[in-house]
């Protein structure tokens, strides 16, 4: 069977399963050991039999819910190719957003200090680092095989972060910029959750009764981190990002505001320490 016919019939079944027929075109250039580009060049060749048996297994985990970004061993993020695995959170297209909101907030800040929680794959920092290469960049997480991870990308990257094993801000401090894609899940979305996320840990996707769980005491963990005048940016649910707006505007929080993403939702909370550095009150005081 040539290239551009097992395309065409990998394609066709992607499409019926609901799935972008352009998967098959990474999927055979991954079996073929060659990019996307390079199998248009190969269209009327015959394809390997031992190729073809590669792609049409991984064909039938991903029509069976495999995420495709495990399937293909690596994911594009800002720029960078970021190693994935099985159980550490795939970085998402919408997360670049963050990134870029972050930059902007400290575009005039010179050598910032930044946090990056709940780092995953490290995807935050390491675009964090790659963009500012003068910030001192540090990454948190609690589960040891996302710090191995994060620490195997920034090594292969060549870009310098310090990935930390711990919860929150892992009792650092002093930070300009406290970034992080928390989990924000409702525990009511495993009901209708895509088959995807079940190769994903929980503790990086759900957060509660409202997803707000991990947010909120992460509220009160980065007030404790960053300096005077310092900023939090975080990415959540368009469902529950104006709440913890809400609920961050109340607490002393300044110039509090939620961005919206490329599609026009509600998902990302930005929010400033006090430049003099007073604590908020706490949550429900007057």
């Keep these: 069977m040539t290239v551009r016919a097992l395309l065409n019939e990998l394609g066709n079944r992607l499409e019926s399963a609901h799935k972008p027929s352009q998967e098959a075109y990474w999927l055979l250039a991954k079996a073929l050991r060659t990019s996307s580009q390079g199998l248009l060049l190969r269209l009327g060749e015959e394809v390997g039999p031992g190729a073809e048996a590669r792609v049409r297994g991984w064909l039938e985990r991903r029509l069976a819910g495999y995420p495709l970004q495990l399937l293909l061993g690596d994911v594009e993020f800002c720029g960078l190719t970021l190693e994935v695995r099985e159980g550490v959170l795939i970085p998402r297209p919408e997360t670049e957003g963050l990134v870029e909101l972050g930059l902007g907030l400290i575009a005039r800040h010179p050598s910032p200090r930044v946090l990056d929680v709940g780092t995953g794959t490290g995807a935050v920092a390491l675009a964090f680092k790659r963009a500012r290469p003068d910030a001192r960049v540090w990454a ?112 002393g929080w300044q110039g509090v505001q939620v961005e919206a993403d490329l599609t026009g939702r509600p998902r990302f909370v930005v929010a400033r320490k006090s430049a003099h550095g007073s604590p908020p009150p706490a949550p429900g005081s007057p």
């Design 140 to 251: 948190t997480d609690v589960d040891p095989e996302a710090v191995g991870l994060a620490r195997a990308n920034a090594e292969r990257l060549g870009l310098a972060v310090e990935v930390l094993e711990g919860a929150f801000t892992a009792g650092l401090g002093g930070f300009d910029l406290l970034i992080s894609n928390p989990p924000y899940l409702p525990e009511a979305y495993r009901a209708e959750a895509p088959p995807e996320l079940a190769y994903e840990r929980d503790v990086a996707l759900y957060s509660g009764s409202d997803g707000l769980d991990m947010p909120r005491e992460l509220l009160k963990r980065a007030h404790e981190a960053l300096e005077p005048g310092g900023w939090l940016a975080l990415e959540l649910s368009p469902d529950n990002a104006p709440t913890l707006a809400e609920e961050a505007a109340g607490q």
